[in-house]
């Protein structure tokens, strides 16, 4: 057995990736990635185009040899049992491609018929709406019709495990919605689920708990909300008043930055939310203004996001290669601390 293997881990985990290594020539695309998955839970991999998410997917589902890891799939050995593994999985790529002509019907009883226990085509075509297009050519589906036999595709084998590879990348709102709907039920339904994304939003709805991939590194682990809750991204607030207030009074309270002012309206970060608020309301009681409005944002995953990341989703940084250093150029800052 691999020291890898012998590290301790949950044992309701239905995904255990330990010290995953992957590059393609000079690209370190996975560079010791660490991961669990427990039972029923909806695990987002989140980071930007290049990260290293979809090596990382397609290593544990065996579509890629990993240069070096452990992996584990619903207590399989996945690198030394591939074909278990295989058969308790099922996933979803960021396109599906089939044949032209070959119709969603004819897709799943051929998919089907290559596991031992599998779903009829009528029930999976009921399921993702797609029983009006049974018949149809898979080059006449539009693109949210052919995610959703894709999803159908994985599901034909009742597998206990669903991963799906940025499902919503490049669908209209209105296809990315149904997919999250459908998504959101493989949860109620009690499926596992390990999905990548680089969509905060997808994430923050879908997600039980996150791990943030950057550089082919985990930098932070947890659930949303715990994953904004240890930031050090600053909160901010928004103010209205009945009478005008000057901005040289407001950048005097602890812990306020990005400060913008007009006559009646403020905003600002602050790094003392607590400490701030009640300066504020001591100082517009001794300036006898009366507040009108006040709204206070904690900081968002997207602020998380650029926090440890240095990086906004929309602007990916280079691939990182071997000849980088082996650190990232920014050292990475953890929200909730991982084991990498
Ligand atoms: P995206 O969101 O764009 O799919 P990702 O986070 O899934 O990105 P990967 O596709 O895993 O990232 O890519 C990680 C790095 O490895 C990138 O720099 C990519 O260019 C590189 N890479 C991925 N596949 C190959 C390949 N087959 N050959 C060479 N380099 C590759």
């Given at each position: 057995?691999?020291?890898?293997?012998?590290?301790?881990?949950?044992?309701?985990?239905?995904?255990?990736?330990?010290?995953?290594?992957?590059?393609?020539?000079?690209?370190?695309?996975?560079?010791?990635?660490?991961?669990?998955?427990?039972?029923?839970?909806?695990?987002?991999?989140?980071?930007?185009?290049?990260?290293?998410?979809?090596?990382?997917?397609?290593?544990?589902?065996?579509?890629?040899?990993?240069?070096?890891?452990?992996?584990?799939?619903?207590?399989?050995?996945?690198?030394?049992?591939?074909?278990?593994?295989?058969?308790?999985?099922?996933?979803?790529?960021?396109?599906?491609?089939?044949?032209?002509?070959?119709?969603?019907?004819?897709?799943?009883?051929?998919?089907?018929?290559?596991?031992?226990?599998?779903?009829?085509?009528?029930?999976?075509?009921?399921?993702?709406?797609?029983?009006?297009?049974?018949?149809?050519?898979?080059?006449?589906?539009?693109?949210?019709?052919?995610?959703?036999?894709?999803?159908?595709?994985?599901?034909?084998?009742?597998?206990?495990?669903?991963?799906?590879?940025?499902?919503?990348?490049?669908?209209?709102?209105?296809?990315?919605?149904?997919?999250?709907?459908?998504?959101?039920?493989?949860?109620?339904?009690?499926?596992?689920?390990?999905?990548?994304?680089?969509?905060?939003?997808?994430?923050?709805?879908?997600?039980?708990?996150?791990?943030?991939?950057?550089?082919?590194?985990?930098?932070?682990?947890?659930?949303?909300?715990?994953?904004?809750?240890?930031?050090?991204?600053?909160?901010?607030?928004?103010?209205?008043?009945?009478?005008?207030?000057?901005?040289?009074?407001?950048?005097?309270?602890?812990?306020?930055?990005?400060?913008?002012?007009?006559?009646?309206?403020?905003?600002?970060?602050?790094?003392?939310?607590a400490r701030t608020l009640a300066e504020l309301m001591e100082l517009l009681n001794a300036r006898q203004v009366e507040l009108a409005a006040l709204h206070v944002?904690?900081?968002?995953?997207?602020?998380?996001?650029?926090?440890?990341?240095?990086?906004?989703?929309?602007?990916?940084?280079?691939?990182?290669?071997?000849?980088?250093?082996?650190?990232?150029?920014?050292?990475?800052?953890?929200?909730?601390?991982?084991?990498?």
């Amino acid at each position: 057995m691999s020291r890898e293997a012998q590290l301790p881990h949950n044992t309701s985990a239905q995904v255990v990736v330990r010290d995953l290594q992957k590059h393609y020539g000079g690209i370190q695309a996975a560079r010791g990635v660490s991961l669990e998955v427990e039972q029923g839970e909806t695990f987002g991999l989140l980071g930007p185009n290049g990260a290293g998410k979809t090596t990382t997917l397609e290593c544990i589902i065996g579509l890629r040899e990993p240069d070096e890891g452990y992996i584990e799939v619903c207590g399989v050995d996945a690198r030394r049992r591939p074909r278990d593994a295989k058969q308790k999985i099922g996933a979803v790529l960021q396109t599906t491609a089939l044949q032209d002509k070959i119709t969603p019907h004819e897709a799943l009883q051929l998919f089907g018929s290559l596991y031992r226990g599998r779903i009829e085509p009528g029930p999976l075509l009921e399921q993702f709406g797609l029983t009006g297009k049974a018949d149809a050519a898979f080059d006449t589906l539009s693109r949210g019709q052919q995610q959703r036999l894709g999803l159908a595709l994985a599901f034909v084998n009742k597998p206990e495990l669903l991963f799906l590879d940025e499902p919503t990348t490049g669908l209209d709102p209105q296809s990315r919605r149904e997919l999250h709907t459908m998504i959101a039920r493989m949860k109620q339904d009690g499926h596992t689920v390990l999905l990548t994304t680089h969509y905060i939003d997808e994430a923050e709805q879908l997600c039980d708990r996150l791990a943030i991939i950057d550089h082919g590194r985990i930098i932070a682990e947890g659930t949303p909300r715990e994953l904004i809750a240890h930031s050090t991204a600053a909160t901010s607030i928004a103010l209205e008043t009945v009478q005008a207030i000057e901005a040289t009074w407001l950048e005097q309270l602890s812990g306020v930055h990005d400060l913008t002012c007009e006559p009646t309206r403020a905003r600002f970060r602050s790094t003392d939310i607590a400490r701030t608020l009640a300066e504020l309301m001591e100082l517009l009681n001794a300036r006898q203004v009366e507040l009108a409005a006040l709204h206070v944002q904690k900081a968002t995953l997207e602020d998380v996001f650029l926090e440890l990341t240095g990086t906004s989703l929309d602007n990916p940084g280079e691939p990182e290669t071997d000849a980088s250093p082996s650190a990232p150029s920014r050292p990475p800052r953890r929200g909730v601390p991982t084991e990498n």
